[in-house]
Each structure stands twice: as C-alpha cells, then as structure tokens.
C-alpha cells in the first residue's frame, strides 16, 4: 500500500471526488501532493472549483477541522428541500446584523443553513422588490445550494436552480 493509497483511505477523500468547502462550495479533489513548507514535508488535498476558477490546497491533517466534506447525504438534501418549503423566519434585528448572520451560514457549508438564507431572501413576484445586498446575500446562497445540488443530483446548475425554484414557489 502506497502514502498516498493510506492517506486517501485514511482522510476519505479520493481523487476526484466532489466535496464542498465551506467558503468556495463545490470542488473536485484533482490530487494530493506533498508540498515542502518553510523545510517541512506536507501533505494536501488540491481541489479545483471551476466556476471560480480557483485551485485549494488543504493540508489532509487539517481537512476535516477547515471544513472539507463530502457532497450531503440524500437526508440532509431532502431536509434542506423541506426546508425551502417552509415558511421564512425573518428577526427583527437591524438588517446588518441579519446580513452577517446570512454570511455565516452561507460560509457555514452547511446545505440546510443555505437552504433557510435562500428560503428567508427569496421574493415571489407579488413581494415588494429587495436591496441590492439582499439580493447580493440570495443570489449567492442560491447559487451555492445549486451546485451542491447539481453535483448531488448530477444534473447542470440550471436544472438545479429550477428544481429549488419550485420549491421555493410551493411554499410562497
């Protein structure tokens, strides 16, 4: 058995599994290298996120403690669905305070977290219309459960996008 054989076993991540990180969203791991870092040997996960067009280095120690998951489960899809379904919860704190609040849990990686920001932003056509950082905070969870969605479902984002629509719409 290689390193890099008992790594991947060890930390569950193979090359070219899909996983999220809780800042970026959906990568693939494209590989894992060991890196020399000020004279020190250390092994990473390399994961690409192509609409970013970005590339990660995740230390393989570090992967589970910085946020590096696999795709969410079947379960924890059909509860953030739900989840859209539901009815906004919406405090009535000052909107920065609730804007950091959308920030965490978009950042959270958390898919059920993004599915009550999407579900707490979205407005029906009959809604008054919202503030451009309102829209800023949906659009971007939006996007980020759509291709969380998309690559669990393995279907393009804007099949994704319209599968969260309608369930969004039902509960409006």
Not at 95 to 104: D, G, N, P, T, V
Not at 122 to 148: C, G, T
Request: proline content about 2%.
């Amino acid at each position: 058995m290689s390193a890099d054989t008992l790594t991947l076993s060890r930390f569950d991540f193979s090359v070219g599994d899909k996983v999220v990180y809780p800042a970026h969203g959906v990568g693939t791991v494209a590989a894992v290298e060991t890196q020399e870092v000020a004279g020190y040997a250390l092994e990473v996960f390399v994961v690409t996120f192509d609409h970013e067009k970005m590339t990660l280095r995740v230390p393989t120690k570090k992967a589970k403690t910085a946020g590096l998951r696999h795709l969410a489960a079947e379960a924890v899809m059909s509860q953030a669905l739900v989840t859209l379904k539901g009815r906004a919860r919406i405090k009535r704190t000052m909107w920065s305070r609730r804007a950091q609040e959308y920030e965490a849990k978009i950042n959270s990686g958390c898919l059920v977290s993004l599915a009550e920001v999407v579900r707490d932003l979205y407005r029906s056509d009959s809604q008054p219309e919202q503030s451009y950082s309102e829209r800023q905070l949906y659009e971007s969870a939006l996007d980020r459960m759509a291709r969380e969605v998309a690559a669990i479902e393995k279907i393009d984002r804007d099949a994704a996008v319209a599968l969260l629509n309608k369930n969004l719409t039902k509960a409006a």
